[in-house]
């Protein structure tokens, strides 16, 4: 959420940046104008009218005094009654300024909670991918004597990867792993948190898989984006199975405030995530690239509002490594305004080559929202040197996302006969070189 006063201050930079997103600021702002043209003139009358009160209330001190005494003349019983009428009649109608005043707030903070963040002024403006610029390339494309495969007809000549039984079982963009399939999967999962907090310093959390409203609208997921979520109604309330665990990890600590000598705190989480996939009705619907149920390795960072695009350089350079490690040829993409989250201020995508499928694909989205996320759940810390408290800044990437690393090592380490090399470095998981078919 951005700052009330900020967007108030700066009207013209709000919508600006929200053109460069590609968005309108008229259909994104809507009556903010008018509510809070209506709300500063509310609320000066309402100070207008305390002030008042105060005022008049001073003078019919003493007046009651007299009256108390005995001593108060005609003229002065004759004030006492007038101004005891008027503030009489003010506090009638201050709480009516205050409903007005407290409605108006409501509205603004309704229209705030719809309102993306602002691009970083290092973004690139552009209204899609076509703009985002490749900032980095690491490693080479593999090269093979014969026509690479795609996932899918791999997993199932090898018998690793069973989509049908998973549409029986459930439906579509459902996966069923076998042996070797299922063992990949776990291994990447252990050697991807063993790599983040063995050697990039992160503190490993298991959070819980379903979270309620509260942290839902904290990471930015509500209201806006209800539609792609799994909702799972729990008598009165509502519960949401997890998108990411960007969503528990970071209200680990809503309605905290930390001490500055803590930060940066760096949190990594291996989790299975839910996504309903709205709006994506015919993209990609050959193998598990976008299913509804995925595993990912989730990195979350809180940092010091001077130090966090430092701290994304390092979240990133994170996530990174695990390709790296692993072998994969790979691109980062700074995305440009109009591809940027909703919550993001500045994202890195990771691209990784597929030689099945013939393209980049994003394993890995890792973003600074600033103190977006911070102001909507209300994580602060307390500056040294300072008084009070302020708003720090939240981070996070995926450190991968597993189902897709799974699809990347089996299409870069495909051989001639059909059979995949598993990587060196995952081989102490697995207990196995090679994947060779089986029988399902």
């Not at 207008?48 to 019919?60: D, H, P, V, W, Y």
């Not at 996966?175 to 999962?189: H, V």
């Not at 299409?411 to 995952?426: H, K, M």
Request: with cysteine; net charge negative; aromatic share 8%.
């Amino acid at each position: 959420m951005l700052d009330l006063a900020f967007v108030r201050e700066h009207l013209s930079v709000v919508e600006e940046k929200l053109r460069n997103r590609n968005a309108n600021p008229e259909e994104v702002l809507g009556d903010f104008r008018t509510i809070e043209s209506r709300r500063r003139a509310v609320t000066r009358e309402l100070e207008t009218a305390l002030a008042r009160r105060n005022e008049l209330s001073k003078k019919i001190g003493p007046l009651m005094g007299a009256e108390k005494k005995g001593s108060i003349t005609p003229e002065q019983k004759s004030e006492l009654e007038a101004l005891s009428t008027e503030v009489l009649k003010l506090k009638e109608g201050i709480p009516a300024l205050e409903e007005q005043a407290k409605a108006a707030d409501t509205a603004l903070y309704d229209i705030l909670a719809t309102i993306p963040n602002l691009p970083h002024d290092s973004v690139p403006i552009g209204n899609d991918e076509r703009a985002n610029v490749e900032v980095k390339r690491w490693g080479t494309r593999p090269e093979f004597d014969f026509t690479p495969k795609p996932h899918w007809e791999l997993g199932e000549q090898l018998g690793i990867l069973d989509l049908a039984r998973a549409t029986k079982i459930t439906g579509a963009r459902f996966a069923l792993y076998w042996d070797l399939g299922a063992k990949l999967e776990r291994a990447l999962m252990n050697f991807m948190l063993d790599l983040h907090t063995r050697e990039h310093g992160y503190t490993e959390v298991l959070p819980p898989y379903l979270v309620n409203s509260e942290s839902m609208y904290g990471t930015g997921q509500l209201p806006k984006f209800e539609q792609d979520l799994f909702k799972v109604p729990q008598g009165e309330r509502d519960l949401w199975l997890i998108p990411t665990a960007e969503v528990p990890v970071t209200n680990i600590f809503r309605n905290e405030t930390l001490d500055a000598a803590r930060l940066p705190v760096s949190l990594t989480a291996s989790t299975p995530c839910w996504r309903s996939e709205a709006g994506s009705y015919g993209k990609d619907v050959r193998g598990i690239i976008r299913q509804h149920q995925f595993q990912k390795v989730e990195l979350v960072k809180f940092a010091r509002p001077e130090e966090s695009y430092d701290e994304h350089e390092k979240l990133t350079r994170a996530a990174e490594t695990v390709l790296e490690k692993l072998g994969l040829h790979y691109r980062r993409m700074l995305l440009c305004t109009g591809d940027m989250g909703f919550s993001s201020a500045k994202t890195y995508d990771l691209e990784v080559w597929l030689p099945g499928q013939g393209l980049f694909r994003e394993i890995s989205s890792c973003s600074n929202f600033e103190s977006f996320q911070a102001r909507r759940a209300n994580i602060r810390y307390r500056p040294e040197g300072k008084k009070g408290s302020e708003f720090l800044h939240t981070l996070n990437g995926s450190g991968l996302a597993v189902g897709r690393t799974w699809v990347a090592i089996v299409e870069n380490y495909q051989q001639a006969d059909g059979s995949v090399v598993i990587p060196e470095v995952l081989r102490p998981y697995i207990g196995a070189e090679k994947i060779e078919a089986r029988k399902l």
